[in-house]
């Protein structure tokens, strides 16, 4: 009895324990002005501290032992996670905000400013047909009696649809906004999501958002210190002693592109840098000047809807739900303003802008700071994010090296139209040693390009961080393989068929497009220059129908990060188009004249000058068809899609007259009829067209030294049509980091080697350059195996030249190596406030300790070799002496001893 009262005691002490913290839960969540249920890490957060202190968390209660799977409650989850996130305020309740124009006359940084930066379409449910009034016969009625029967007895337990409601649902119980309406049509429901300036700063600080620091005011505060944190006055040097001749050792600043986890404490407020200060625009701060522009709040609020609630986010996948059609669309809305003036100095940029910037301060070394100012990347990437901007920065890095070598490449045509002679003299050899060179120099630089932007856009590191794709699907009932909590697995052996039948299909495509080309061949014999032609078109159409192919393929293999599923689909499209691109050039270099002779005569021989006029021929003719083939795509198509999708969501009538007519719509309405873009596919299109061009400029260029002038001006007319389709055609872009190009910095690099290989072995065997300055002494004319060790010399010679250069050139700057440490030491004092280890580690008598030396050891008894590992040391050399000849032994009076006998010594 005793027992049972003690229990029953131990019981409703228990229970109320747990009403008194829920009583101060729901009195939290009361005070806040907050509906029941929402933002259960609040009352987490309340459990927590009630009672005890913030640091000693209450221990969780046992779970019940059950037998089902994902029973595990995440009550405690929450709560453990309250303390590591801010606290986010609630979201204001109303049945109407302001408009925008109204929103806008607040001041960028009010707290309660609300920025509707995103649209999110739904469709509008259809409802089902009562055919409950219609009249049934008996055979009829029976008939549907037994289906719902037989439906009743198999239909499964249906899930919960996902819908507007539910994600409104998430999106306010994560601090979020929403307005929604119809469309015009009445068949879509738009849902206008919108944060406050307060809700995007806490949650910046949640996720540690790189911003930049303002360089000035942080060197106030580091030369200031922090004594209230342990931390002395900071000052960072910039330039060598007086004694040294006070010389500058870096290109930046000591607190120059200084990008700082975002925090919202009042002291560090002012440190981070504002958008006027950064648009990029060479002076035009007509921004606003707030703390987050578009591009970084389109950032913030998708991590507020895809985060998970541990980081204060709603936990809604919207590309999951983009995939499953439950979300028709997830608009990042255009900012007009910023819109207008990218439009201004990028599209409408003149045409004698250099594409990038060319610094001339380690060409000059007299110069400080000198430059030709080109096309304002900066800006370009404020308004699309980092990873656009990174991939236009490749462009048009890419493109000023085809700028500088079609300057080279026109004195060389000049020259050959006044020589006559093409493959005579040795101006082809030496084109294709600059090409060579050129190639080289320019993977080198952009690789120290590379690293110089990840520093100044804050990208260091950002590729560590790798998320889950929300199209990968792991096998059912099984945990994550890593860390055995809840999760996605997919196995190896169940990818390897997929993997296998992928190969099979990229195989038969290649023996299709390669038994297309060797056709094309032999129609050049009838006709070359339509040959020609339909060779460039069948290139083109083979290249987009397997674009299709292979990423259906990818797709089905299931990858379960962004990276590696882009990795794996450049690699499939960087194969065919080798072979779909190149291979009817090589044919005509190497084979064609062996296979027609030369000049279409059937008399087959040697080949040299008809092999390289046939090759200017057919590349002209390639480089001229996809240029125009990638300008109607990149134009007109977008426009023609553009008008289909206006007429059949409304917004192109035709009145009585049949005049067609513009209807008026909201501005995500009008959104929602951009193209839709496929952000990481067409990125990688993208690339892997440039890839494509400068394997023609490195492969061929010798036999055309115009080609680097066809793609120089393709890609400059390319860079404006490139943002004028984002910014007029397409839907904006979600704004998401990079890091670096990955694969095609490899692809490109391999291009280099196999252009130096295909450029000296056309000159080798195609030309008569290494006839006409053969030595007499070594005979009339080379012989074949004379030729072959010529091409293996010159080959072995340049990739020596280029693994040299490789290793001669850092990867990364020193100067660059230099600011991301600072970046790093500077953030570890200014945003985390560590201590200095000088006032930490040292006590205040570390530095009069007596220090005493002892003669000997007092620790333990001196020992022997023999004692400690063995007594054959002494054996072992005396054998050694025994055995040694007399003379090459030492002689010393301590080596014998006094009694030694003759018997001994011999």
Not at 446 to 454: H, I, K, T
Not at 555 to 583: C, P, Q
Not at 763 to 769: A, G, K, P, Q
Not at 778 to 793: C, I, K, L, N, T
Request: charged share 25%; aromatic share 12%.
């Amino acid at each position: 009895m005793a027992d049972e009262q003690t229990g029953e005691n131990a019981f409703e002490e228990a229970t109320e324990e747990d009403t008194q913290l829920e009583a101060a839960a729901d009195a939290l969540e009361a005070a806040q002005n907050e509906q029941p249920g929402w933002w259960r890490w609040r009352k987490a957060a309340a459990l927590v501290t009630f009672g005890k202190k913030a640091d000693e968390p209450p221990p969780p209660p046992v779970e019940p032992v059950s037998s089902v799977r994902g029973t595990k409650p995440d009550f405690w989850k929450l709560a453990k996670h309250a303390q590591k996130i801010k606290s986010i305020p609630p979201s204001p309740k109303r049945a109407s905000y302001p408009p925008l124009a109204q929103e806008q006359q607040k001041d960028p940084e009010d707290p309660t400013r609300i920025y509707w930066d995103m649209t999110f379409v739904f469709p509008v449910k259809k409802e089902k047909k009562d055919d409950a009034e219609e009249p049934k016969s008996d055979f009829q009625q029976a008939l549907g009696d037994m289906k719902a029967a037989v439906k009743k007895r198999l239909k499964k337990k249906k899930k919960h649809q996902f819908d507007h409601t539910d994600f409104i649902g998430k999106v306010t119980a994560a601090g979020l906004v929403t307005s929604a309406y119809l469309s015009i049509q009445k068949d879509e429901i738009y849902v206008r999501v919108g944060a406050t300036h307060e809700r995007l700063c806490i949650q910046a600080d949640n996720i540690n958002f790189p911003t930049p620091l303002d360089e000035d005011r942080l060197r106030l505060v580091c030369e200031a210190g922090l004594p209230q944190y342990q931390i002395e006055p900071m000052k960072i040097p910039e330039r060598t002693p007086p004694e040294d001749g006070e010389k500058t050792f870096s290109r930046f600043r000591a607190y120059q592109h200084i990008n700082g986890k975002y925090d919202t404490s009042e002291e560090l407020a002012p440190l981070y840098r504002r958008t006027h200060e950064h648009t990029g625009f060479r002076g035009d701060n007509s921004q606003e000047r707030t703390l987050f522009n578009s591009m970084r709040r389109l950032k913030l609020m998708w991590s507020c809807i895809n985060d998970e609630p541990s980081l204060g986010g709603a936990g809604v996948a919207v590309e999951k739900r983009v995939q499953q059609k439950k979300i028709l669309a997830a608009l990042a809305m255009h900012n007009q303003r910023e819109r207008k003036a990218l439009y201004e100095h990028w599209v409408r940029a003149s045409i004698f802008t250099l594409p990038s910037r060319i610094d001339l301060q380690g060409m000059l070394p007299f110069c400080c700071d000198c430059y030709l100012e080109g096309m304002p990347l900066e800006a370009y990437k404020e308004y699309f994010g980092e990873k656009q901007g990174l991939l236009m920065a490749f462009k048009a890095h890419i493109t000023t090296g085809y700028l500088m070598m079609s300057l080279f490449g026109i004195v060389v045509m000049l020259w050959w139209a006044n020589t006559g002679s093409i493959t005579g003299d040795g101006s082809v050899f030496i084109y294709a040693c600059v090409v060579g060179l050129w190639s080289v120099l320019s993977m080198e630089s952009w690789r120290r390009q590379e690293r110089e932007l990840a520093l100044k856009w804050g990208m260091v590191g950002f590729e560590a961080q790798q998320a889950r794709r929300p199209q990968f699907k792991g096998i059912p009932d099984m945990d994550d393989a890593v860390t055995g909590r809840p999760g996605a697995f997919f196995p190896p052996h169940r990818r390897t068929c997929r993997v296998a039948f992928a190969k099979l299909v990229t195989l038969i495509c290649l023996g299709l497009s390669v038994a297309f080309l060797v056709g094309c061949v032999y129609y050049k014999k009838q006709n070359a220059t339509a040959g020609a032609l339909v060779n460039s078109v069948g290139i083109i159409v083979f290249k987009l129908a397997y674009e299709k192919v292979a990423v259906k393929l990818t797709d089905a293999e299931n990858w379960m990060t962004d990276t590696v599923y882009a990795d794996k689909l450049i690699s499939r499209l960087s194969v065919f188009n080798f072979v779909n691109s190149y291979f009817s050039l090589f044919f005509t270099i190497f084979f064609y004249c062996w296979a027609f002779g030369n000049e279409g005569k059937e008399n087959k021989g040697p080949c040299r000058m008809g092999a390289f006029r046939k090759l200017q021929q057919d590349l002209g003719i390639l480089l001229a068809t996809q240029i125009f083939a990638q300008n109607i795509t990149n134009f007109i198509v977008p426009y023609i899609q553009l008008i289909v999708k206006m007429k059949t969501e409304g917004g192109l009538e035709r009145d009585e007259n049949g005049v067609a007519r513009v209807n008026e719509m909201s501005t995500p309405g009008v959104e929602y009829l951009l193209v839709e873009c496929d952000e990481q596919l067409d990125n990688i299109k993208a690339t892997t067209m440039e890839a494509t061009q400068y394997g023609y400029v490195t492969l061929f260029s010798a036999a055309f030294p115009l080609a680097p002038l066809m793609t120089c001006i393709n890609n400059l007319v390319g860079l404006r049509m490139d943002a004028y389709k984002y910014l007029c055609t397409y839907r904006r872009i979600q704004p998401f980091g990079f890091e670096d190009i990955g694969t095609f910095q490899s692809i490109f690099e391999l291009m280099n080697y196999l252009g130096i290989a295909s450029s000296f072995l056309a000159i080798v065997y195609r030309t008569d350059v290494l006839k006409n300055y053969w030595p007499a002494k070594w005979g009339a004319e080379p012989s074949r195996h004379q030729e072959d060790v010529v091409f293996m010399v010159i080959c072995s010679f340049y990739f020596g030249f280029m693994l040299m250069l490789r290793v001669l050139i850092d990867d990364v700057p020193f100067d660059v190596e230099l600011q991301i440490k600072r970046n790093d030491f500077l953030n570890s004092k200014i945003i985390d406030h560590v201590a200095d280890e000088a006032d930490t580690a040292l006590s205040p008598t570390a530095l009069t300790v007596a220090v005493e030396v002892k003669d000997r050891d007092t620790m333990e008894p001196y020992s022997t070799y023999d004692k400690l590992f063995g007594r054959g040391l002494e054996e072992a050399v005396r054998k050694v002496e025994e055995i040694s000849p007399r003379p090459l032994r030492p002689v010393s009076p301590r080596a014998a001893p006094p009694d030694a006998s003759p018997k001994a010594d011999a």
